[in-house]
């Protein structure tokens, strides 16, 4: 009989090591034959000549005493019983005299314990002394049964290990004869009892024992598995496997279909048992990341789709360039697409009869994509010093993994290629590529011809941004890194490309102030405003982002992890607001932003407020106090100096509101109103006297001219001039009205009186009776005292 490997049965040092380590095993599985039960008492020739013995010493030389022959016979039966007695056992107790001779063993120890103490103290009686001197007396005969005991477990220990290698030669030739009657399941199921064998001695620590073991099993294994390999293979070829290309039909039956399913329902089963013996195969095409292996029918199927890759994409072939990985993805993606019906229809119901809750589709896929990666993460270490080449095959790995999740439904708990762009020398080179690249194109983007002008510019409903074209780029870039690194299966990863957009988005703000700057000599120009949405633009979508469910997941994952590049220098209280998701990881940006877009809009109405203040000179001179009274308004008509400023204003609303976004036009000429009310108010109507004439003058100017240019984008434009418009209210008031406010507010101001509590109309009261709620009391005082007509002493 062969026997695989040379166990070494010489090597008699090592195999009493390892018979030794028996002792310490006794649960183990090999030992299902106890060899304790073996006497090791004298052979039959002994027992014969014992027997004669003492029948010569019982009955001795005289015939007459055969007749004794029954007592002693009885005899024995009593001292039989007596013996059977003592080593009856009583359900599962110990046997009475076992158990009494054990108890006084015990009992004996603990006083030989007391005895020896004493002799170390003193205390010592002439009993305990005369016990002693018997100890020593015994002591070497208590040796010598030491000696043969211990004699007695090495035997009985190289015995076990004798057993375990006749168990092994037995399930040896079991497999072999098994296989030469062609009796595989009988085989299979001898394996299967050498693997039970195999893990029973995982804890034995006999490491040549085991390894012997473990050389036959997988000899058996492999003889087992490369004649059903061999078959499976006929029956796949007659099936024509593998499909390398789309299928044209529908799997059509052939003549004898139902003896080939026959055929390939037994292998994959005999195949699927046999891997169950030996989970742990060596195939050359087993998954090189994290998981169950490949169950064993898949990985025959992944043989010939393995060459085929292995041929086309190694070595010196064509097909093999490192310029053009979609060559190598795109394949692999066929071949899954191509094989899917055939694993599902021919495949996947013997998996399911078999119990096996696997889908082939699946383990097809995961196979394949075991070539794929090997082949990407040697790909990518060799291109990590070309940058053209390195983005070109991160692009491939990142649309093969989309494809792969969607068009084969791979599932998301298997790792697909992302993984192997984690790695720290790829990642860091992804990071520093994605920088290099970002930087370039907004050097490209902000000198480009028509950087500033906005590509939707002739479409209205698509222009409300008002975005330059730089702008619009620059974030189209960002939410391209956003997509590239999105689907990355590592929180920390994410937060790294999210800490490069953060750093972009400021350099970006550096280069639009910087921009700014030199335009600010004209900040009415169409390129200030260009600038200034811009940075709107940028500011709105960076506020949308941090309302985006992935963001806030990626500000989670800050959080948690303690991410120092996007925390760093944020105090206990921010942080919390961020764990509550009451603020964003954009904060610290959208602030910078929304500051520069605050200064670039407040020199904007600055310099659009001086040139209407300058329109506005002739007007704040004219000669209010001797314009003649006017009683019928049709006739009236604008006032001839404040021509040149309504004009200014109107062309400045116009202009604004071309040039600017939406958001930015309302913050524009609401702010340009404000400052307007305030300038008409101080260098119009406080620094001139008016007659009821020029009151009227200026009360039509402002409600039938002013009003109305800003009324094209709000219904009540009146309500940003309050100032104006209650200074117009009380200078326009009948002689009566006006005589009775200025004693009722006189009298409020030197009396002080509380008009409330006593029941008369109060100042506050009669002001709003008005129409008056902005100007205080001294300030109705001020402009009463404007008015020609004087309303009393």
């Known amino acids: 009989m062969w026997v695989p490997g040379h166990f070494g049965m010489a090597a008699g040092t090592e195999v009493e090591i390892e018979v030794s380590k028996l002792k310490d095993h006794p649960s183990n599985p090999v030992y299902t034959t106890s060899l304790d039960s073996e006497s090791f008492s004298t052979d039959a020739e002994d027992q014969q000549d014992y027997v004669v013995k003492y029948l010569e010493k019982e009955l001795g030389s005289d015939l007459k005493s055969l007749k004794n022959v029954g007592d002693l016979l009885e005899k024995l039966r009593e001292e039989n019983n007596v013996l059977e ?138 003889i087992i598995k490369d004649r059903l390999a061999s078959d499976f293979e006929k029956v796949l070829t007659q099936l024509q496997w593998p499909i390398v290309t789309p299928p044209t039909q529908s799997l059509t039956p052939t003549a004898n279909h139902q003896e080939i399913n026959s055929q390939l329902e037994l292998l994959v089963t005999q195949l699927l048992a046999l891997q169950t013996s030996y989970p742990s195969p060596v195939s050359s095409v087993a998954p090189p990341s994290k998981g169950p292996p490949l169950c064993l029918p898949i990985q025959i199927m992944l043989l010939p789709l393995s060459r085929r890759f292995r041929y086309h994409f190694y070595g010196n072939r064509q097909t093999n360039s490192l310029s053009k990985p979609e060559w190598y993805l795109t394949q692999v993606l066929m071949w899954m697409s191509n094989s899917s019906t055939f694993m599902e229809e021919k495949i996947q119901p013997i998996l399911e009869r078999a119990g096996v809750t696997t889908s082939a589709r699946v383990e097809l896929c995961r196979g394949l994509l075991s070539l794929v990666q090997e082949k990407v993460a040697s790909d990518a270490s060799r291109l990590l010093y070309d940058d053209m080449l390195f ?73 409300e941004l008002k975005a330059p074209d730089c702008a619009e780029t620059f974030m189209t870039l960002l939410q391209v890194i956003t997509e590239r690194y999105r689907t990355l299966p590592c929180p920390s990863a994410q937060l790294k490309f999210l800490g490069l957009q953060r750093e ?74 961020l764990a509550s998701l009451e603020g964003s990881l954009f904060e610290g940006l959208l602030a910078l932003l ?86 008409l108010y101080q260098d119009v109507i406080l620094s001139n006297h008016f007659s009821d004439g020029g009151a009227a003058q200026l009360q039509f100017d402002m409600t039938r001219n002013l009003f109305p240019l ?11 001039f309050k100032h104006v418009k209650e200074a117009c209210i009380i200078l326009s008031l009948n002689l009566g009205s006006a005589i009775l406010l200025r004693n009722l507010l006189k009298e409020s101001e030197e009396e002080m009186r ?37 309303t009393g002493q």
């Not at 988005?505 to 120009?525: A, H, N, W, Y």
């Not at 300058?614 to 209010?624: F, G, H, N, S, V």
């Not at 800003?710 to 940003?720: A, D, I, L, Q, S």
């Not at 008009?755 to 009669?766: E, F, I, N, R, Y």
């Open 391 to 463: 983005c070109h095959l991160v692009e491939e790995v990142l649309q093969f993994e989309k494809e792969l999740r969607c068009n084969q439904s791979y599932p998301a708990v298997l790792p697909g290629l992302l993984h192997l762009l984690l790695e720290d020398a790829i990642l860091q080179k992804w990071l520093t590529v994605e920088k290099k690249m970002a930087v370039e194109k907004m050097d490209s983007m902000l000198s480009a011809e028509g950087a500033w002008s906005s590509q939707y510019k002739d479409i209205s409903d698509m222009d």
């Open 710 to 720: 800003f009324g094209h984008y709000c219904k009540r434009p009146e309500n940003f």
């Open 85 to 222: 007695g003592q080593v009856l056992t009583v359900s599962s107790s110990v046997p009475p005299k076992v158990s009494e001779a054990l108890s006084t063993a015990a009992d004996a120890g603990c006083s030989l314990v007391d005895l020896l103490q004493r002799e170390k103290y003193g205390t010592c009686t002439l009993d305990d002394y005369s016990v002693l001197k018997y100890l020593q007396g015994a002591q070497p005969w208590m040796d010598n049964l030491g000696q043969m005991l211990n004699q007695v477990d090495t035997i009985g220990r190289h015995m076990k290990y004798l057993r375990c290698l006749q168990r092994i030669e037995e399930l040896s030739a079991a497999v072999q004869q098994c296989l030469m009657t062609s009796s595989v399941w009988e085989a299979i199921r001898a394996v299967d009892s050498m693997a039970v064998l195999d893990t029973g001695l995982n804890q034995s620590g006999c490491f040549h024992l085991q390894d012997f073991l473990q050389e036959t099993l997988h000899f058996w294994h492999k």
């Open 754 to 790: 509380d008009w409330a509590g006593a029941g008369d109309l109060s100042p506050q009261s009669a002001l709003h009776e008005l129409g008056v709620y902005c100007l205080a009391s001294c300030d109705v005082l001020i402009l009463l005292n404007l008015r020609a007509c004087r």
């Open 504 to 577: 972009l988005v400021d350099d970006f703000r550096i280069r639009l102030t910087q921009v700014m700057k030199e335009e600010s000599r004209c900040p009415l120009g169409v390129r200030y405003c260009a600038i200034l949405n811009a940075v709107n633009y940028i500011y709105t979508i960076l506020g949308d982002w941090g309302d985006n469910v992935f963001f806030l997941q990626l500000q989670q994952s800050a959080v948690s992890l303690g991410e120092e590049m996007l925390l760093g220098g944020l105090g206990v209280m921010d942080v919390g607001r």
């Open 594 to 679: 929304d500051r520069l877009k605050g200064d670039m809009m407040g020199r904007l109405l600055e310099w659009t407020m001086r040139e209407i203040a300058e329109k506005a000179k002739p007007y704040c001179q004219d000669r209010w106090l001797s314009l003649p009274s006017q009683y019928d308004l049709s006739t009236m008509s604008l006032s001839s100096s404040a021509c040149p400023m309504m004009l200014c204003v109107r062309d400045r609303l116009l202009n604004l509101h071309q040039v600017l976004s939406l958001s930015l036009f309302q913050l524009a000429w609401q702010g340009l109103a404000e400052r307007l009310d305030n300038f």
